[in-house]
T-cell receptor
Framework: DTEVTQTPKHLVMGMTNKKSLKCEQH?????MYWYKQKAKKPPELMFV???????INESVPSRFSPECPNSSLLNLHLHALQPEDSALYLC?????????????????FGEGSWLTVV | GESVGLHLPTLSVQEGDNSIINCAYS??????FIWYKQESGKGPQFIID?????DKRQGQRVTVLLNKTVKHLSLQIAATQPGDSAVYFC???????????FGQGTELSVKP
């Protein structure tokens, strides 16, 4: 079972709504990620946080706003989304973002939050 | 077992047979590769990883092979079971910084 917990599992929101997706991990990982996955497609990176600071933004539209309140939590604030933003949003974590090794710097994913924008 | 060509989106095998899922990667600088299994409605689940200084790594019922010369990665599943039915993604660490680049995925179906 994954140790990355995401809430809510399902979210339906209107285009004028403001909502948030939440992610939590208690593995002591200092890197956390948001990925977006459309049906039948691979996950696509959105944001990377390293030691609670945003280190990578893959040119994501500003209607998606990430936040890392502490080393265990990662939020994704949603505002004025479009129907094409409907997707599975995956949170992931790893020990750090640096050079990975076989000793455990693997990136682990949560079960995702299914978002539908209507 | 069946051997599939590169980028084949689906693979169907008989229960008990061995499965081989292939993946081509693009970045010669990638030094770390991961295989994930994603069941319907769930997030990607880590299966096995390998560093570029290795050619082969074995786990429980799974083996990953890496051929750096042709930038090719494969996942072998021994004695495939119905519970192995899922989409399998390879991923490479590309330019680093925690950025994983995923392959397009292969959907494995296991026939009883």
């Amino acid at each position: 079972d994954t140790e990355v917990t995401q809430t809510p599992k399902h979210l339906v929101m209107g285009m004028t709504n403001k909502k948030s997706l939440k992610c939590e991990q208690h593995m002591g990982h200092r890197a956390m990620y948001w990925y977006k996955q459309k049906a039948k497609k691979p996950p696509e990176l959105m944001f990377v946080y390293s030691y609670e600071k945003l280190s990578i933004n893959e040119s994501v539209p500003s209607r998606f706003s990430p936040e890392c309140p502490n080393s265990s939590l990662l939020n994704l604030h949603l505002h004025a989304l479009q129907p094409e933003d409907s997707a599975l949003y995956l949170c992931a974590s790893s020990q750090e973002t640096g050079t990975v090794s076989l000793s455990g710097n693997t990136i682990y994913f949560g079960e995702g939050s299914w978002l539908t924008v209507v | 077992g069946e051997s599939v060509g590169l980028h084949l989106p689906t693979l169907s095998v008989q229960e008990g047979d061995n499965s081989i899922i292939n993946c081509a990667y693009s970045n010669s600088a990638s030094d770390y590769f991961i295989w994930y299994k994603q069941e319907s409605g769930k997030g990607p689940q880590f299966i096995i990883d390998i560093r570029s200084n290795m050619d082969k790594r074995q786990g429980q019922r799974v083996t990953v092979l890496l051929n750096k010369t042709v930038k090719h990665l494969s996942l072998q599943i021994a004695a495939t079971q119905p519970g192995d039915s899922a989409v399998y993604f390879c991923a490479e660490n590309g330019s680093g910084g925690g950025k994983l680049i995923f392959g397009q995925g292969t959907e494995l179906s296991v026939k009883p």
